[in-house]
């Protein structure tokens, strides 16, 4: 705990910073000042000074602002302060609503609801025991109780209507939480373990339920706050005494990580996780310095304190196996780390092959991070940077500022994973069969890029590798990889507008509309799902409103295939013209030309002089688009995968 | 009365809360002459002032001290250190 001087200093940086719109200097005092403190006091008066600069955190920071609605049936303002400033922290501005105690049925029910008319693009549902399920503690009361599964059941199924009657008619985000498992009930700690319709047993299915619900709803995740309760103690996690006077549901010295763990739910929705760790070796890999200890004396395995470099290197390999690419940056010689790796294969729970790219040199380490984003053909905000030297930490941090950095504990090298798992940046509510494929896929990437060192021309490239593209309907995708295909798709993409499920299904399910995804395989690997288009009729137009491709898979063509795959698909409907639309972003220079290489003309529609779209038209009854001859095409297949 | 007879732990605290300056924190401050003091903020309040001061104030009483003299004065009953 600081010195009330201090307190006091660092406030004053906060207001000073917020006087003159500095964003980034009120936001880094803020994170101080709560890191050191944190008290009601504090959270206000950050929440003050930060309300005051929204505009700046949008234009400095590229700070999102959300509407949010929260439906309750407790009592959330006093929180709204920590709400508002994690969500800041986070880098979303938050413009929230609050509905009212009893109304939450009809709120999300009636579409000419104070939420309805609110037009959020977040909702927050936060309801309490009595609502979601307020029989299950009598029923649970002599743990047998034989009406328990189906109350469980009816009770997933009333918030199935509620979620799915909202979700009809509004496209905003939805978090439910969960229920917090009671800590004080009749039956007593060994009753609550013992019995089969326990409470305790009761809530956490129940949970499930709800969570398999939020999964089968689109733009929808389940916040499970009695994950949350039970990591701070569930015993204190609710003051009775706050709860029954004021229906308060989390006391107050919880509202900060509440707040936290609400940010980290919804975040997921909205943006993607990051791609790529690099982590560094000696000290953070591994126990020592491999130059000076040798491979025999660098610290891992299962005897202490290896052991603690071991459980790093496991939690690794799990992100791995869900698509998190590894790569070593490390200054070291090259050769000696081969060595350790393989004299001390025995106490690694990873090998070489386990990370996708090395850097191992005596370069800079923000240049080797650099050199990894081109070859991956990733963006640096997808990088996530671990290392236990201070000095290179902040080197990466000054000059990478898009990535990602944690500072590994190395003197307590046991809060390594701790640390590392604290970290929101590889949240994910799914994880899509692209996913699982992308380690895979990046490895291809290399023999590919061999193969072009060897083939002469790019166009025999290009042949040799046997590409094969399959058309889809979005919605048999599946639909998640299209919106996280959406959301995270930058480079090329021509209108980066960030459309959710809702919106997909609706370009789907119109009359002359195509939502349509590109399966892409070739004689290296499948790298699944990787581009997308959506397209409306207008009359005797087909109006392409998002067109976008992975920038894995740059430089094949494969747009050209999209792109006559729609133009096809329109004339076939019978349009007579296809139109085009580049907005330009910070980002997508390498898909400026991309209508006009397809022979597109420029044109500005009446009404559309000032806007920063730039609108193509090509004539679909003189002229077609060609697919280029190196791609193989298979359409509307959706029994693949 | 003046400012100074509200301690100035007590009266930045409930300047960050109501979302005022420090001077405008006067014993006679009350729920009635501030139209940011609601019962929500009021409800903040009295957390904010539990966890500056480890305290906890019966719920019965909660609702009926609405300025600052008699938040103060209920603060003293309970032995805080202000």
């Known amino acids: 705990m600081q010195s009330d001087a201090e307190r006091r200093e660092r406030r004053r940086e906060i207001k000073d910073a917020a006087a003159r719109q500095d964003a980034a200097g009120a936001v880094a005092g803020a994170r101080r000042l709560l890191a050191e403190s944190g008290k009601p006091a504090d959270v206000q008066f950050c929440a003050t000074a930060l309300a005051g600069i929204g505009d700046a955190l949008r234009e400095q920071l590229g700070a999102r602002r959300l509407k949010t609605y929260v439906v309750r049936s407790v009592t959330v303002e006093p929180m709204l302060a920590s709400l508002a400033v994690e969500a800041v922290l986070a880098n979303f501005v938050l413009d929230i609503e609050v509905g009212g105690y009893g109304s939450y049925a009809d709120e999300l029910l009636n579409a000419d609801s104070s939420l309805a008319k609110f037009k959020p693009e977040l909702v927050l549902i936060l309801l309490d025991m009595e609502e979601i399920a307020g029989r299950l503690p009598e029923l649970c009361a002599d743990g047998t109780g034989a009406e328990v599964e189906r109350e469980i059941e009816e009770c997933v199924g009333r918030m199935a209507q509620l979620l799915r009657s909202y979700r009809a008619g509004s496209t905003a985000r939805i978090l439910l939480q969960g229920l917090v498992v009671p800590d004080c009930t009749s039956l007593g700690d060994v009753g609550e373990a013992n019995l089969p319709h326990s409470l305790t047993n009761a809530v956490q299915g129940l949970n499930l339920g709800l969570a398999a619900l939020c999964g089968s709803i689109a733009d929808c995740v389940f916040f499970d706050v009695d994950r949350l309760a039970a990591r701070h103690g569930r015993a204190r996690w609710r003051d009775a005494r706050m709860f029954l006077a004021s229906r308060l549901a989390v006391a107050a010295e919880w509202f900060g990580a509440f707040a936290r763990g609400l940010v980290r739910s919804f975040s997921t929705m909205l943006r993607a996780p990051r791609k790529v760790l690099c982590t560094d070796l000696d000290e953070t890999l591994w126990g020592g310095v491999l130059g000076e200890d040798g491979p025999e004396g660098i610290a891992t395995g299962s005897a202490f304190p290896g052991n603690c470099y071991l459980e790093y290197q496991k939690y690794l390999k799990q992100l791995s196996s869900r698509g998190i690419l590894l790569a070593i940056v490390s200054k070291n010689n090259e050769a000696d780390v081969r060595e350790a790796f393989k004299v001390r294969a025995a106490d690694l729970a990873l090998g070489l092959d386990s990370f996708v790219a090395l850097k191992i040199n005596w370069n800079e380490k923000a240049e080797s991070i650099r050199e990894l984003a081109r070859e991956l053909s990733l963006g640096l905000d997808s990088f996530v940077f671990v290392d236990d030297n201070a000095v290179e930490c902040e080197a990466v941090r000054r000059q990478l500022p898009e990535v990602a950095v944690v500072e590994a504990p190395a003197r307590e090298p046991w809060r390594l994973v701790e640390v590392l798992s604290g970290q929101p940046f590889f949240d994910a509510a799914m994880v899509t069969g692209d996913d699982l494929h992308r380690v895979d896929e990046y490895r291809a990437q290399a023999q590919r890029a061999e193969l072009a060192s060897r083939v002469g021309s790019r166009d025999e490239f290009l042949a040799s590798l046997g590409i094969v593209c399959t058309f889809q309907s979005a919605l048999l995708a599946p639909l998640s990889r299209a919106v996280q295909l959406l959301a995270k798709t930058n480079q090329f993409n021509l209108t980066t507008r960030r459309r959710s499920a809702a919106d997909v299904e609706k370009y789907a399910a119109t009359e002359g509309g195509q939502a349509v995804v590109v399966r892409v395989r070739d004689r290296f690997g499948d790298a699944g799902v990787v581009a997308l288009a959506l397209a409306r009729r207008q009359g005797d137009d087909c109006v392409i409103d998002s067109l976008l491709l992975s920038c894995r898979v740059i430089g094949r063509g494969i747009e050209s295939a999209l792109l006559a795959y729609v133009g096809e698909e329109a004339a076939r409907t019978g349009a007579k013209r296809l139109v085009g639309e580049f907005i330009a972003t910070k980002k997508n220079a390498p898909c400026a030309e991309f209508y006009s290489d397809h022979g597109f003309s420029r044109f500005v529609p009446p009404g559309e002089g000032s806007s920063d779209s730039v609108f193509y038209e090509l004539d679909l009854t003189s002229s077609a688009i060609t697919s280029p001859k190196w791609i193989r095409v298979e359409g509307n297949e959706s029994n693949e995968r | ?82």
């Open chain 2, 1 to 82: 009365m003046s400012v100074e007879q509200v301690p100035t732990s007590l009266r930045e605290l409930l300047a960050d809360i109501f979302e005022i300056s420090a001077e405008r924190v006067t014993p006679e401050l009350s729920m009635g002459t501030l139209d940011s003091w609601d019962s929500f903020r009021h409800l903040q309040a009295i957390l904010a002032i539990e966890g500056e001061y480890g305290v906890q104030f019966d719920p019965q009483r909660i609702p009926e001290l609405t300025s600052v003299a008699l938040l103060q004065a209920e603060l003293v009953k309970m032995g805080a250190v202000l």
